[in-house]
């Protein structure tokens, strides 16, 4: 099989740059190129800056400065990293489709097939193109349509190796995942592809955690291994809402069954809901493979997953408006956090826009804080519901950068996202400082409920 010496990646995301960083770290002798068409994101990427990466993750900065210049670049020039690899991995958006048949669904893959023909036209030489990108099941068979019947001659090896990684904790997981998965051919070309990929990550990743399949157990793997992780969430949020009619704690649930080996004591938070760019959309892809195929009843199966986060999100910001004596309308309510979880700069399909959204149609005055992202980027979250003028929800949303600001007056404080930094507040302060009563709702359950309600306080958390 072929040493890899030159690595293209198309997309610049979340998931490419990450990715990209650490293959770069850990084989120094391969020349690896992350392009995107997006020339603000490459030059972002490109900072001399650290703390402009366009990207937030822990640890991300270190390894680009390690190996960016060396044998990492980033670049817009995408055929000239496409002519130069010998492997090329696919990193682009894949988001649901907002038209047509699917919509509101199925997964949009025009970025992904606008990808392949650009390949296709490019390449004079035979390449290995791997999907990164998470891609319904038997789009390898697509991809390979395509750059067989509109390429120059050249042999295409498609590879799936989708992945695992999780924001906030990117670099740990790429550094040190769980396992690696590459489905190819099972001809001997493919198995020669395949082989290839297995030498790039075996620069640092243990061969028993290098799991290799055929491209379809590998493309569906993806979408069921999101679809088991939201299910969780979904599962323990329903038990929430049980406990909380019963005066169960959910946290006493979650720990007495988490300690059945066979359930296993993480992925058992209760919340305000699931949000990030994965869950919702591999669900729905899911659901909508399935309809597809006739196989209602695993479509409708799935489709419970997403229908409990919506009702978790609808309580929590429900159970606000009602508490505060059934009316809003005026008043100032202080977010904490709006990322969909800690140590990510990234906002999509966070709860935090959902619940701002319920409030907004309440007339509440919305006032956040969050320690990574910008005002500009929630008014942008905000104005993509489309549920209003983008006049009036500025009307509505206040970003503050001080958090001892952003509850200053507040009729309530809603926590969001789980940032460590709120734990530490000086809570004194804080209620001195707010209408009274002042209320807490813990959308993550990461205050100390004791602590504030000795305080003053009126503390709702989920499932107590
Ligand atoms: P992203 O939107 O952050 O990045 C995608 C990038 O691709 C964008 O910068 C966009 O400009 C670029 N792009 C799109 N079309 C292009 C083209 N034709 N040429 C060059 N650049 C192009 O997305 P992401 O979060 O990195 O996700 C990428 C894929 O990885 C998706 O399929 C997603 O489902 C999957 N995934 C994401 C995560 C995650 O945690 N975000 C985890 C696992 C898998
Ligand atoms: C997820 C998958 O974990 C990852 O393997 C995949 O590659 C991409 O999608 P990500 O969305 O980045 O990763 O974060 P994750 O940690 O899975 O959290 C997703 C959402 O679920 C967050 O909003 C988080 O707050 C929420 N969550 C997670 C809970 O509410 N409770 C939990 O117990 C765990």
């Known amino acids: 099989h072929k040493k890899i010496k030159s690595i293209c990646c198309i997309g610049a995301g979340y998931v490419g740059g990450p990715t990209m960083s650490v293959i770069a770290q850990k084989n120094p002798d391969i020349k ?4 995107d068409l997006n020339e603000q994101r490459i030059a972002d990427w490109n900072d001399a800056d650290l703390s402009k990466l366009p990207i937030f993750e822990p640890g991300l900065d270190a390894v680009v400065e390690e190996a960016r210049g060396r044998n990492l670049f980033f670049s817009t020039d995408v055929n000239q990293a496409i002519a130069e690899a010998d492997m090329i991995f696919i990193s682009v958006n894949t988001p649901t489709k907002t038209y047509g048949a699917g919509k509101g669904m199925a997964a949009d893959l025009k970025y992904v097939e606008l990808c392949a023909r650009q390949i296709a036209e490019v390449a004079t030489s035979d390449k290995i193109v791997v999907e990164k990108s998470t891609l319904p099941v038997k789009t390898a068979q697509a991809i390979k349509s395509i750059l067989d019947n509109t390429g120059n001659g050249v042999k295409f090896q498609i590879l799936s190796n989708p992945e695992f990684l999780a924001e906030g904790t990117a670099m740990t997981d790429l550094a040190n995942p769980d396992r690696v998965l590459i489905g190819g051919d099972q001809t001997p070309e493919g198995k020669a592809a395949i082989q290839s990929l297995v030498d790039v990550y075996g620069a640092w990743v243990p061969q028993a955690q290098i799991i290799t399949t055929n491209l379809w157990s590998s493309e569906l793997s993806k979408l069921v291994a999101n679809a088991f992780l939201a299910q969780r969430v ?4 329903a038990i929430s809402e049980l406990c909380e009619a019963t005066q169960a704690n959910v946290e006493e649930v979650a720990r007495a069954i988490g300690m059945d080996s066979r359930i296993g004591p993480k992925f058992l938070k209760a919340s305000v809901g699931f949000g990030g760019s994965c869950f919702q959309k591999d669900i729905l892809n899911l659901v909508y493979i399935s309809k597809s195929l006739g196989l209602n009843e695993v479509a409708d199966y799935w489709e419970q997953v997403i229908i409990m986060n919506n009702h978790q999100r609808d309580r929590f910001a429900n159970n606000i408006v009602s508490t505060l004596y059934n009316t809003v309308s005026g008043k100032k ?11 990510t700069n990234d906002t999509r399909e966070s709860a935090a826009i959902y619940v701002a ?3 907004i149609d309440e007339q509440a005055q919305i006032y956040v804080y969050d320690p990574k992202v910008s005002a500009k980027q929630m008014q942008a979250d905000l104005n993509y519901l489309s549920t209003r003028t983008e006049t009036e929800n500025a009307k509505y949303l206040q970003t503050q950068t001080d958090p001892y600001k952003a509850v200053e007056g507040a009729h309530a404080i809603a926590v969001l996202t789980e940032w ?3 734990k530490s507040y000086d809570w004194q302060k804080i209620y001195d400082n707010m209408s009274k009563p002042a209320f807490v709702f813990d959308g993550r359950n990461v205050l100390n409920q004791e602590a504030l309600e000795a305080i003053g306080f009126q503390v709702q958390s989920i499932g107590k």
């Open 420 to 422: 460590d930094e709120f």
């Open 234 to 237: 979904s599962s323990i949020n």
């Open 333 to 343: 309510i202080a977010f904490l956090g709006w990322a969909f979880k800690k140590d």
């Open 32 to 35: 690896v190129t992350v392009v």
């Open 357 to 359: 959204d319920r409030l």
